[in-house]
Each structure stands twice: as C-alpha cells, then as structure tokens.
C-alpha cells in the first residue's frame, strides 16, 4: 500500500534552516508529481511546493526564495530544503501525492521557529 514518511523536523531558530524528507513506497515514484504541504494551528492546510515527475518545480510565493523542493527517484524521496526560517513557517509538514482517484498523506512533521 501506498506509505508517505516524512522526517527532519524538529526545533530551530529564526534564520535557520532543516531539511525535510519523505520517503515514499506502494507505488511508482518516478510517475509521479509529489507535493509538501503545511497546516499552521488554527490555519487551514496550504500547498507549499510541488515537483513534476520530470523535476520542474513550483514553490508558494511567501516561500519562494527560501524553499527548495527536490527529488531522488533512486531513492524515492523527495526533500524540502528551508531556509531562512521564520516563526510563521511554525507549522506541521506533509507530504502528499495525488492519484486519479486517490490522495494520500503522509502523518506530518513539526517544524518550530522560534527563539
């Protein structure tokens, strides 16, 4: 079946950086685009970045410039490099991918910005 894992989250500072993955299984990953999304307490969820299974990439606005979305199909893996980090980007990371007739989620990981 169908797995989304996603790590790298944790505690960081304002002006820091992490890395996020998120390691996929149950299907074909290099078919398929593959998407980080975010959900801030309070806030509904909202598309971050996103990138074709033929690597073009797409990044939010608020987000374009600090974060970086990249794939490894060797690896079935796409990350999510942040940089610049601010308290608003406080917020549970998800990884999805989206099929014809099915969308799934990974369980989230925390990322804190804070001093």
């Known amino acids: 079946q169908v797995q989304l894992v996603e790590s790298g989250g944790g505690l960081v500072q304002p002006g820091g950086s992490l890395r996020l993955s998120c390691a996929a299984s149950?299907?074909?990953?290099?078919?398929?685009?593959m998407s980080w999304y975010r959900q801030a307490p309070g806030k509904e969820r909202e598309l971050v970045a996103f990138?074709?299974?033929?690597?073009?990439?797409n990044v939010a606005d608020s987000m374009k410039g600090r974060f970086t979305i990249s794939r490894d199909n060797a690896k079935n893996t796409v990350y999510l490099q942040m940089n610049s980090l601010k308290p608003e980007d406080t917020a549970v990371y998800y990884c999805?991918?989206?099929?014809?007739?099915?969308?799934?989620w990974g369980q989230g990981t925390q990322v804190t910005v804070s001093s």
């Open positions: 999805n991918v989206r099929f014809i007739t099915m969308n799934y």
């Open positions: 149950g299907f074909t990953f290099s078919s398929y685009a």
């Open positions: 990138i074709t299974r033929a690597g073009v990439t």
